[in-house]
């Protein structure tokens, strides 16, 4: 009797110890790779991009992956090499209540996915209120940052916050940004088929 017990307790602690989701490399989102030359196939021709003056451009993409939480894609490029830098997404979320839910959901599935703990803050600019979860993952050249920003519309998409509307009414935009934290480039690399 006393062998089962000991065999049964050493498996308990072993399992207790490994972790039930085990923290994934990032690589890129939406089928968009960090670090890669940006695919012209995935380029949305109809948007036009930005330069921007330090050497990079900013681009609207049509992603081989999206996700339907968003509705726009856009990145950031190197101007000389086409390598992505920066992969940005945003989507529309109908109330406060809403958007802090998903922001709450996306960021700790990340965190989860990815590892590092989420920091979270809220800014206030022009007295519109974006609150922002950041996920900086130790051991990695990535960092993630989930928004959830109030804007001046409501749901019936005419501007005209503060006049008839409540936070049930009001837009909120999603947006999640994937960057490097420096300059430097991963090496070419695979992401997983979630698109996130």
Request: hydrophobic residues 35%.
């Amino acid at each position: 009797m006393g062998f089962p017990r000991v065999v049964l307790a050493t498996a308990v602690s072993l399992l207790l110890t490994i972790p039930a989701h085990a923290e994934q490399p990032i690589k890129g989102a939406f089928g968009i790779n960090l670090g890669d030359r940006l695919p012209p196939s995935i380029v949305d021709d109809g948007i036009s991009s930005s330069d921007k003056a330090d050497g990079y451009v900013e681009v609207f993409v049509d992603p081989p992956e999206p996700n339907n939480l968003f509705y726009s894609y856009q990145v950031t490029v190197e101007k000389n090499s086409s390598r992505v830098t920066k992969i940005f997404s945003r989507g529309i979320i109908d109330g406060k209540e809403q958007c802090q839910t998903k922001l709450g959901d996306l960021s700790q599935f990340l965190s989860n996915k990815y590892g590092g703990t989420i920091d979270r803050r809220v800014l206030e600019s022009k007295g519109l209120e974006t609150s922002i979860a950041v996920i900086d993952p130790p051991h990695s050249p990535v960092f993630i940052v989930v928004s959830c920003g109030e804007t001046d519309t409501v749901d019936n998409g005419v501007y005209e916050k503060g006049i008839f509307d409540g936070d049930d009414e009001t837009t909120y935009l999603l947006m999640l940004t994937y960057s490097f934290k420096s300059p430097t480039r991963p090496t070419k690399t695979t992401i997983d088929p979630s698109g996130l």
